[in-house]
């Protein structure tokens, strides 16, 4: 018990740590970076030709894949979003289009496609990752509510799981417990130029 403790603690200081840091990045720096961070998941896209991806609607401190999103779709990838399904669980959701027709708020603000249809989690090739601290090793930090911790164990071991962070979210090291899903590579932009 003392053990899950520490970890909690240990992430709750991560978390603010990282939290401050993306606060510290202005808008130009975050465009600039949301840009490139798009432009290495095309490169990795062609790389590994996947027939579906789960990407995720950005936050407002994380970075904006919506344009790699579009490219996606435009070239007949399947592509997916969570749609919350209850505490701590997700699915991935079908986007038929980014046009914002056919899309609802879910009760963390976070757009979603509406309707209930979802991707079969074994025909998911690829997910993005967001979270606030990754490390080097793959380790990610989450916003704590556990989603993509329950949800990406569920996947096929072929999926390619990628963090998509800024420079100013990687860590020396993010504290991690056995529940905690590593991921199989990071794709990190700098902010300055």
């Given at each position: 018990?003392?053990?899950?403790?520490?970890?909690?603690?240990?992430?709750?200081?991560?978390?603010?740590?990282?939290?401050?840091a993306l606060a510290g990045l202005a808008p130009d720096e975050r465009n600039k970076a949301s840009a490139?961070?798009?432009?290495?998941l095309l490169e990795l896209l062609d790389a590994t030709n996947p027939g579906t991806v789960m990407g995720y609607m950005p936050l407002?401190?994380?970075?904006?894949?919506?344009p790699f999103l579009e490219q996606a779709l435009d070239r007949g990838i399947v592509v997916g979003v969570p749609r919350i399904t209850g505490p701590g669980s997700m699915v991935a959701a079908p986007v038929p289009s980014m046009e914002p027709a056919g899309w609802i708020e879910d009760e963390h603000g976070i757009r979603t496609p509406s309707g209930e249809d979802e991707i079969p989690i074994g025909q998911i090739d690829m997910v993005l990752v967001p979270g606030l601290g990754f490390d080097a090793r793959c380790n990610r930090l989450g916003r704590g509510g556990g989603y993509y911790d329950r949800f990406l164990p569920g996947l096929d071991q072929r999926a390619i799981l990628v963090g998509c962070c800024f420079e100013c979210q990687l860590r020396k090291v993010i504290e991690t417990g056995p529940e905690d899903a590593r991921l199989s590579k990071i794709i990190m932009s700098s902010t300055v130029n």
């Open positions: 018990m003392a053990d899950e403790q520490s970890l909690a603690k240990a992430k709750s200081a991560q978390r603010k740590v990282c939290r401050e490139s961070v798009c432009s290495q407002e401190d994380e970075p904006d894949i919506v």
